[in-house]
């Protein structure tokens, strides 16, 4: 059952539930915080169902990716709203990476590689066949190469081996620093 806030009237003074919610939960980290582990546990779900039907695996990756992302993107708006910074780019950008720099929080080059390829799946990758210009997917490509995959040689032959850089494990690892960092720093009880 969902009950929609109510509009009451106390005394003289009209008092808007939806404007108090709304206010709540962009202003209070903890409503940015469950979000995100909502989120979290969405991308478990399809991991899991990845790893027990190889066809959804392959249907299923971007999208996977893409809630993860949002999950991450929430985790570190969560640290920008505990801190009470108001930079305009926050709102505005899906990028890992630059929001992770505005709430000073600092990762490893490799999470920070993979920041940069998940902020492409929240962007176009996870909704979109295609970015709006051609570098960008060339780029995005790249990215995945060097991130999602081990250059073996074979003979006189690079090949490329795929790795668990985005195993649901490896990303929760990132998530679960986040959070605890979070908990530790801004945990509003």
């Known amino acids: 059952m969902f009950l929609m806030p109510q509009r009451y009237t106390d005394g003289s003074k009209e008092m808007d539930g939806d404007k108090t919610q709304y206010e709540n939960r962009t202003t209070i980290s903890t409503y940015w915080h469950n979000k995100s582990a909502d989120l979290m546990v969405s991308a478990r779900v399809l991991w899991e169902a990845m790893e027990a039907n190889k066809q959804a695996g392959l249907r299923c990756n971007s999208t996977y990716k893409m809630l993860f992302g949002m999950s991450l993107e929430l985790l570190l708006k969560a640290h920008c709203v505990g801190q009470k910074i108001e930079n305009p780019r926050i709102e505005k950008t899906h990028n890992l990476t630059e929001i992770a720099g505005i709430a000073g929080l600092k990762f490893e080059k490799s999470d920070n590689k993979i920041l940069e390829v998940l902020s492409e799946y929240i962007i176009w990758d996870g ?14 490509w790249e990215n995945i190469q060097d991130t999602a995959f081990d250059r073996e040689p074979l003979g006189t032959l690079e090949v490329l081996k795929p790795n668990n850089t985005f195993c649901f494990d490896n990303l929760h690892r990132i998530w679960r620093r986040l959070s605890d960092e979070y908990m530790r720093k801004y945990n509003e009880t």
């Open 127 to 140: 909704r979109y066949p295609a970015p709006k210009e051609p570098s960008k997917l060339k780029r995005h």
